[in-house]
C-alpha cells in the first residue's frame, strides 16, 4: 500500500490501511496483529506513528522497544515496533510468542531485506492472524494529493508530473522533492533537473551502504540493461550473492520493483559517489559490454554526462556511436570525433554522422581531407559524403563527379539523378538498374537505382510509372532510412511527381511515411516538411502552411535548396492571402535565394512561384535570366510535359499580371500542345484557355467553372476559386456573376451563398444583398472606380488608413475570402441600388483595393 515519507508529516494511503486506522479509532481496544512492510522511504515508520498516536490519544500505553522476554510486557499495552529486520533472534521469537498467545495488540514494521528466519515466522504469524500492509509507491494521482497541501507545487501540474516522474512515486523522494523545488522559480514544463538540494539529502542514504551495493548502484546509474550474469562479472559475485546485493538496494528504497533506478536516485548516484569508484566501475562495465555485443550508448552517454567520457575506451567510443548514428547522428558525431581523440581513428564515419545532422560544414571540412589522406575505402565514402553536402548546395556538377569518382554502387545511381536534374541526359554515364554495379543488392542501392529510373521515367514516360516507381523506392529505404545518407530522397522526388502531376494526395501520404520513419534523418527533415507545407498551400490551406514553414524556420539555417523553396513558400502564402507587405518584406530574400541554387529540374516550383511574385510586385524581370535557364533546361531534356506544364502554368499568372498578352498566349499555346500528356496536363490547359479568354472580356461561365472545378479535383483548389472569381469580377451578366461567385466560394472551401443566409435547393434566386452605410456604398463606389486609398480619402475628407478600415470591415462583414469576391460582392450590391460601377475594360487586371 501506498502512502508517505517517513518525515512526513501528513499519510496519503490506499482504501486498506486508511480503513485499519479508523477502525482503531473507533475501537483501539479490540485485538491488533499487525505487520507492516516495505522499502525504505515509502513511509513505514509514518504508518506506526500515526498508529501508536491514535492509541495515545485514547489511552492506551505504547511500547516502542521489543522486549527481551514475554513476561516484562503489560498485557493492557500496545507493542508498535519499528524496524524488527534488525532485532536480534531472541527478540524476534518472544514477538512471535506474544503474537500466539493472542493476548496482546502488536504492530511490526520491517524491511523486505534482510529476512532472517525467526523474522520470517513473525511476519507469517502476523499475517495469519492479523493484517498485512504492504509498502508501494505512489500512483500519479497519490503524489498530486501529497503535494496538495503544497499551493506552490501543486498548482502546477507540470511540477506535479516532474515530481513523480524523478521519484518513481517514492514517498520520501517525493518529500525530498518537493522541499528543494519550495521557493525555486522553475521554467514552464518544469526544471530540466533536480534541485541540488533534493539531491545531496542522498549523501547519508549512500554512505550507509555496504561497498558492494555502492558498485552495484553505480553500474545500474549506468542506464545499461544488466542481466544476472553479467552483474555477477562485474561485481565478482556468484548468481546468488548478486541476487542477495539487488535484494538489499530494493529494501533501501533505491532501486524500484522493475530493476531500474529513479531518475532522481541515478542522478544522486551519479554525482555522489567518488570519481575514482564510479570510473572503475564504468570502465569495467564497458569492458564487459564489448566483450558480449551489449549495447554501449545508454553507459557513454551516461559517462558524456558525469563528464569522464576520456575514461572510455576507443572502441567503446566507436561503438556508441554507431548505435546514435540513426536515431541521434550529431551525438554520434561527437562520439566519433572522441573516438578518434583516443587513438581509433573515425574521421569518415564522424563525416557521415555530421552530414546526417545536418552540420554539412564540418561534414565537407572532414571529407575533403579524407579525399586526399585516408586509405581507397575511406576514401569512397568520403567522396559520398563530400557529393551529398554539394547537392544539398546546389553544386550539382561537383556532386555528380564525386558519386561518380566513389565507384559506389548508389552513388553511381545518384550521380545519374543530379546529372538528369541539370539537364543533361547524354551525360548519363551507367543506366539506373545496371546489374554489373559493383557491391550487393542492398536496400541503399536498390532505392538509389529506383530513383535514378523514376526520374528518367518522368522525363520519358507516363506519370504514373515515374511515380509509381519513386514510391517504391520511398518504401524501400523505410526500414533503415535514419542512417542513409541522401543527395534527395525518394520521398521527396516522389511528392515532386506528384505534385506537378496533380497527385496531392499520393505526395501527401510518401511524404507522411518517410516523416514518421525518419528517412534521410535530420539532413531530410525540413526537406519533407516543405514539400508538406507546399501541398498544403497549393489546396489553399496557408494557415497549415504557414506553420510548417514556421516549424522549418526555427530549426536554424536552411541550405540552398531548401531555403529556395522557403522562400517561395512565404511568398506563396502572402500572395494567396492578398498580404501585399509580406510579398515586399520576402522579395529581397528570395531572389538572394534564387542567386545561391542553382536552375535545376527540381526546383522549378519555387522558381515558377517566385515568378507570379515578382510579376505582382513590378520586378519580374530580375527572375528572367533564370526562367530563361529553367526553359533552356527542360528543352535539353526534351521539354517533358510532367516538368514544363506547372512552369508554364506560373509563366501564363505573370504574364498576366505584367499585362503582356503575346507570352500569355505562348503558355496557353506550350500548355494545350501537352494536354495528352496526362490528366493534370489537360485540367491546366483548358484553365489557361478559359483565363486568357476572360481577360479578353469573354466569360463563358459553363466553361469557366468547368475548368476551376477541373483545378480543384487534382487539388489545386484555390487556383480554381481564383479563376471563378476573376471570371466573376469581368462579366456584366448578373446570372452569370452570381454562379461564378457562388462557384468560388464552393471551392474556396465554402458553401455557396454561405454569409449571406441560406436559399432553398432548387432555386436560382439570390438573398438580398446586405447592406451597406453611405460611408461604406461612398467608399465602395470610389474603389471599383479604381481609386486608391489616398485618393478615396482626399475625394472623402477621410485619411488613407481610415478608407482601409472601411475596406477591411465590408470584407469581414460579407464574409469574402478575398478581394476578387469582395469586388464582385460590391458590384452586385451597388447595382442592385441603381448605383453604377465603372466596369474593368477587357483585357484589364481587376482594380486592387492594396494599392
Not at 527533415?525 to 490551406?541: E, Y
Not at 441560406?758 to 467608399?779: H, I, M, Y
Amino acid at each position: 500500500m501506498s502512502m508517505s515519507s517517513v518525515t512526513a508529516s501528513r499519510l496519503v494511503l490506499d482504501p486498506g490501511p486508511q480503513a485499519l486506522l479508523h477502525t482503531v479509532e473507533r475501537d483501539p481496544s479490540a485485538p491488533l496483529a499487525l505487520a507492516v512492510t516495505g522499502p525504505d522511504g515509502h513511509g513505514r515508520s509514518a504508518y506506526l506513528q500515526e498508529l501508536a498516536r491514535i492509541y495515545r490519544r485514547a489511552g492506551s500505553t505504547v511500547l516502542e522497544s521489543a522486549p527481551d522476554r514475554p513476561e516484562a510486557v503489560d498485557p493492557d499495552a500496545v507493542l508498535v515496533i519499528d524496524d524488527a529486520h534488525l532485532l536480534d533472534q531472541a527478540r524476534l521469537r518472544v514477538l512471535c510468542g506474544l503474537v500466539a498467545g493472542r493476548q496482546h495488540r502488536l504492530a511490526v514494521g520491517y524491511r523486505p531485506w534482510p529476512r532472517p528466519a525467526a523474522l520470517v515466522d513473525l511476519a507469517e504469524a502476523l499475517r495469519r492472524d492479523g493484517h498485512l500492509v504492504l509498502l508501494t509507491p505512489f500512483n500519479r494521482e497519490q503524489t498530486a494529493a501529497y503535494l496538495s497541501t503544497d499551493p506552490e507545487i501543486a498548482r502546477r501540474r507540470d511540477l506535479v508530473d516532474f515530481v513523480h516522474h524523478q521519484s518513481a512515486g517514492v514517498p520520501r523522494d517525493v518529500e525530498r522533492l518537493a522541499r528543494g523545488l519550495r521557493g525555486q522559480e522553475t521554467p514552464p514544463g518544469g526544471p530540466a533537473e533536480p534541485p541540488r538540494q533534493a539531491v545531496l539529502q542522498f549523501g547519508p542514504d549512500l554512505e550507509n551502504l555496504a561497498p558492494d551495493v555502492r558498485r552495484l548502484l553505480l553500474a545500474l546509474a549506468a542506464g545499461v540493461p544488466l542481466p544476472v550474469d553479467l552483474l555477477g562479472a562485474l561485481l565478482e559475485r556468484e548468481q546468488g550473492e548478486v541476487d542477495e546485493l539487488i535484494a538489499a538496494t530494493r529494501a533501501a528504497g533505491l532501486l524500484g520493483a522493475d530493476g531500474r533506478l529513479a531518475p532522481i536516485v541515478r542522478q544522486a548516484v551519479t554525482t555522489l559517489s567518488p570519481a575514482v569508484d564510479r570510473t572503475a566501475v564504468w570502465r569495467r562495465l564497458t569492458e564487459l559490454q564489448l566483450a558480449g555485443g551489449g549495447p554501449l550508448l545508454p553507459l557513454v552517454r551516461s559517462m558524456l554526462a558525469a563528464g569522464v567520457a576520456a575514461d572510455c575506451p576507443a572502441t567503446a567510443l566507436e561503438a556508441a556511436a554507431e548505435e546514435a548514428l540513426a536515431g541521434e547522428p550529431a551525438l554520434s558525431a561527437e562520439l566519433f570525433a572522441a573516438a578518434t581523440a583516443a587513438g581509433r581513428p573515425a574521421a569518415t564515419r564522424q563525416a557521415v554522422a555530421a552530414a546526417l545532422a545536418g552540420d554539412l560544414d564540418t561534414a565537407l571540412r572532414l571529407a575533403d581531407r579524407l579525399l586526399t589522406t585516408a586509405a581507397p575505402a575511406d576514401r569512397a565514402e568520403a567522396a559520398t559524403v563530400a557529393a551529398t553536402a554539394l547537392a544539398h548546395r546546389g553544386q550539382v556538377d561537383r556532386s555528380v563527379e564525386l558519386y561518380r569518382w566513389s565507384g559506389i554502387t548508389s552513388a553511381r545511381a545518384f550521380a545519374a539523378v543530379g546529372t538528369l536534374a541539370a539537364g543533361r541526359p547524354a551525360d548519363v554515364a551507367d543506366p539506373p538498374g545496371d546489374e554489373r554495379a559493383d557491391g550487393p543488392p542492398t536496400l541503399h542501392a536498390s532505392a538509389a537505382r529506383l530513383m535514378a529510373a523514376g526520374v528518367r521515367d518522368s522525363l520519358t514516360g507516363p506519370p504514373t510509372a515515374a511515380l509509381s516507381t519513386l514510391v517504391q523506392a520511398a518504401a524501400l529505404l523505410e526500414p533503415a532510412g535514419r542512417s542513409v545518407l541522401l543527395p534527395d530522397s525518394p520521398a521527396a522526388l516522389a511528392a515532386l511527381t506528384g505534385l506537378h502531376c496533380g497527385e496531392l494526395d499520393i505526395a501527401e501520404r510518401v511524404l507522411d511515411r518517410a516523416t514518421a520513419s525518419g528517412t534521410g534523418g535530420p539532413l531530410m527533415a525540413a526537406r519533407h516538411t516543405l514539400l508538406r507545407a507546399w501541398i498544403a498551400m497549393v489546396r489553399g490551406h496557408t494557415d497549415i502552411a504557414a506553420s510548417q514553414l514556421a516549424t522549418v524556420a526555427g530549426g536554424g539555417p536552411l541550405e540552398s535548396r531548401d531555403l529556395l523553396f522557403a522562400c517561395a513558400l512565404e511568398l506563396g502564402i502572402a500572395r494567396r492571402n492578398s498580404d501585399i507587405g509580406a510579398l515586399q518584406r520576402g522579395w529581397g530574400h528570395a531572389l538572394e535565394a534564387v542567386v545561391r541554387h542553382p536552375v535545376d529540374l527540381f526546383t522549378l516550383l519555387p522558381l515558377g512561384e517566385l515568378a507570379i511574385a515578382g510579376a505582382r510586385l513590378g520586378d519580374l524581370n530580375r527572375l528572367e535570366p533564370y526562367l530563361r535557364e529553367a526553359q533552356s533546361l527542360l528543352a535539353r531534356l526534351g521539354d517533358p510535359p510532367l516538368w514544363s506544364v506547372p512552369l508554364h502554368w506560373s509563366g501564363l499568372h505573370a504574364a498576366i499580371l505584367t499585362e503582356q498578352p503575346a507570352a500569355a498566349d505562348d503558355h496557353v499555346a506550350a500548355v494545350l500542345a501537352a494536354a495528352d500528356h496526362n490528366r493534370y496536363a489537360a485540367v491546366v490547359a483548358a484553365a489557361a484557355a478559359s483565363w486568357v479568354e476572360v481577360l479578353r472580356g469573354v466569360v463563358d461561365p459553363v466553361r469557366v467553372e468547368a475548368a476551376a472545378r477541373g483545378l480543384h479535383d487534382i487539388g489545386f483548389g484555390w487556383d480554381g476559386a481564383r479563376l471563378a472569381g476573376q471570371a466573376a469580377i469581368r462579366t456584366a451578366d448578373r446570372r452569370a456573376m452570381t454562379m461564378l461567385l457562388d462557384c468560388a466560394r464552393t471551392l474556396h472551401g465554402r458553401p455557396a451563398g454561405a454569409g449571406d443566409g441560406q436559399r432553398p435547393a432548387g432555386t436560382a434566386t439570390r438573398p438580398a444583398p446586405p447592406r451597406l452605410s453611405d460611408r461604406e456604398r461612398q467608399v465602395a463606389e470610389l474603389v471599383l472606380a479604381g481609386l486608391t486609398y489616398r485618393e478615396i480619402g482626399d475625394r472623402l475628407f477621410i485619411s488613407a488608413k481610415t478608407v482601409e478600415h472601411h475596406v477591411a470591415r465590408m470584407r469581414a462583414r460579407l464574409d469574402c475570402a478575398n478581394r476578387a469576391e469582395l469586388l464582385a460582392l460590391l458590384r452586385t450590391i451597388l447595382a442592385d441600388r441603381s448605383h453604377v460601377a465603372e466596369q474593368p475594360r477587357p483585357g484589364r487586371s481587376a482594380p486592387d483595393p492594396h494599392r
